[in-house]
């Protein structure tokens, strides 16, 4: 990306966030995202509603106005639009018509109201409906935090459409995802904001790489990948800037960041066909029933509650380990899921906290059955603290692979705790500190105080405890001290001292006052 179209998307950027904070008023901005997400989602789909139908009736001389009044036309405009796009978006309800209506004071947010209706309506019975349905549902019309009288929400949804018009989001080089950019920093702004709400749907931009590179290491072309505990899709979409995904799969239980993931999907230009996000608890209710993925990447809540009920032993994905993961720690369930749904050729690369390493109990069991039965654990890669939204503990990295290529008889273990950039709220995984890793984990060789190539012996004889200083020495011996120069130090302060102290005394007794010290040393 060139200087230009970088300082224009940073300007669209701060224009964006700058509207943000102007208009939430009395909301906090994790809950005014979904107005602010919501219009640009409706903006997108305006905006690719009208350039399809340029291209579709170039041929035709005819606008899409005209066409949409002609019932022919009509008929044959609706099919071939919802066959490509999805979904219909009427003239009278296009972007640039609200924006008309806002310039001549005549919007109202029931108009909008009606828009969106019109545009879900269009979706039902075709193959679209379901990643369509309920998509704005949150962004609710008739909040009172919008505004008491329909007069005070037609208002603030007024200025937001008018912000939106402002703002050029066109930019020369088609290549370059201005807007899906400028949506995916808002994404990571309003979760900067949210607190520990944040984690919920938002990985940092940091650790998302590194996993994503970890994950697509060697690969170009993936049919199917996924993400168990997608959040808002980020970490799932951007695979796609490693490898050439064809199918995104993914779940997310939080109904808000299910349509926030979905919306995210279709922004970044991934056709309805090729993708399929589920709203519902991962280890509760497994929507991707017998499917395998080639590519997995998960940063599921740490330390989560789940039932752990024992009718789980007699689920697929659990019952071959022999015990399930404690109610109060659900992080290898999460694990024995996304094994579960491993290809033949099939790596997952998943964020957890470092407890899975070293916890016993049934932990122990499960961690002793996945290196040792099932030899899957290729890389164990411990992290800087502070690096997430809500939290300031250190997490590691488990990659996870079906085929170890010759690997079958060690695991690598990388302490990169203490390769990053200190920030104000929270530290940065920088590129150099991704490349290292990367890298490391790519040569595979021991590198001082920083990685270790362990064999199934060392594991075994460690009793597969695998918390990574166990196995990658970081000591650093502290420079010895040389007690002879440290008296001859203290002499020369003391010789120091007793001289000042001489040239003080005369006036003390000038002063006729007693001289504190012994001059004399005595």
């Excluded at 066959?83 to 009427?90: A, H, N, P, S």
């Excluded at 979409?237 to 490898?243: E, I, S, T």
Aim: glycine share 6%; hydrophobic share 40%.
């Amino acid at each position: 990306m060139d200087n230009s179209i970088q300082a224009h998307q940073k300007e669209l950027c701060n224009k964006l966030w700058a509207m943000a904070n102007a208009l939430r008023g009395n909301m906090e901005a994790y809950e005014f995202k979904n107005y602010i997400l919501g219009m640009i989602f409706y903006y997108y789909l305006s905006d690719k509603t009208e350039k399809y139908m340029v291209n579709l009736l170039k041929d035709d001389n005819i606008s899409y106005e005209d066409a949409w009044n002609d019932e022919e036309y009509k008929a044959a405009i609706v099919e071939e639009a919802l066959r490509d796009l999805g979904y219909i978006i009427e003239p009278e309800y296009l972007f640039r018509k609200m924006v008309k209506m806002v310039e001549n004071r005549s919007f109202d947010i029931e108009f909008l109201q009606k828009a969106i209706n019109a545009l879900m309506e269009s979706t039902i019975g075709n193959d679209s409906q379901e990643d369509f349905d309920g998509l704005f549902s949150d962004m609710q019309l008739d909040s009172t935090k919008l505004g008491h009288t329909v007069k005070d929400r037609s208002a603030v949804m007024a200025k937001i459409i008018a912000s939106l018009d402002e703002i050029n989001f066109s930019v020369d080089d088609t290549k370059i995802d201005v807007l899906g950019n400028a949506y995916e920093y808002l994404i990571g702004q309003f979760a900067a904001t949210a607190g520990k709400k944040a984690g919920e749907f938002y990985t940092p931009s940091g650790p998302a790489e590194l996993l994503c590179r970890l994950a697509c290491l060697g690969l170009t072309d993936v049919k199917d990948a996924a993400d168990p505990t997608c959040g808002s899709g980020s970490l799932l979409l951007r695979l796609k800037n490693y490898a050439n995904v064809r199918n995104y799969y993914g779940q997310e239980l939080t109904s808000t960041t299910y349509n926030l993931a979905r919306m995210n999907m279709i922004l970044r230009g991934i056709p309805y066909r090729n993708f399929n996000i589920y709203n519902g608890d991962t280890l509760e209710h497994d929507y991707f029933g017998d499917m395998k993925f080639r590519v997995q990447v998960a940063n599921p809540p740490y330390s989560a509650n789940w039932s752990a009920d024992m009718h789980f032993m007699e689920d697929e994905r659990f019952n071959e380990y022999g015990k399930l993961a404690p109610k109060s720690k659900a992080d290898f369930a999460f694990v024995q899921h996304m094994v579960y749904h491993m290809d033949e050729d099939g790596r997952a690369v998943v964020l957890l906290p470092h407890g899975v390493l070293f916890r016993g109990a049934a932990e122990e069991v499960i961690r002793k059955h996945l290196i040792q039965k099932l030899n899957v654990l290729d890389a164990v890669i411990g992290l800087p603290a502070n690096l997430f939204f809500g939290t300031g503990i250190p997490v590691c990295v488990l990659v996870l692979k079906r085929e170890r290529n010759g690997n079958s008889d060690n695991i690598l273990f990388i302490d990169a705790s203490n390769d990053f950039e200190a920030g104000k709220n929270q530290n940065i995984l920088r590129e150099c500190d991704i490349d290292k890793i990367v890298e490391t984990y790519e040569h595979r060789v021991d590198v001082d105080k920083y990685a270790h190539v362990a064999t199934m012996q060392e594991i075994e004889e460690n009793g597969f405890n695998l918390n990574i200083p166990r196995y990658v020495d970081t000591f650093e011996p502290e420079e010895e001290i040389d007690l002879n120069a440290v008296a001859a130090e203290i002499r020369n302060i003391q010789a120091e001292i007793m001289g000042i102290d001489a040239q003080l005394k005369p006036f003390f007794d000038e002063l006729g006052l007693d001289f504190p010290f012994d001059v004399e040393g005595k």
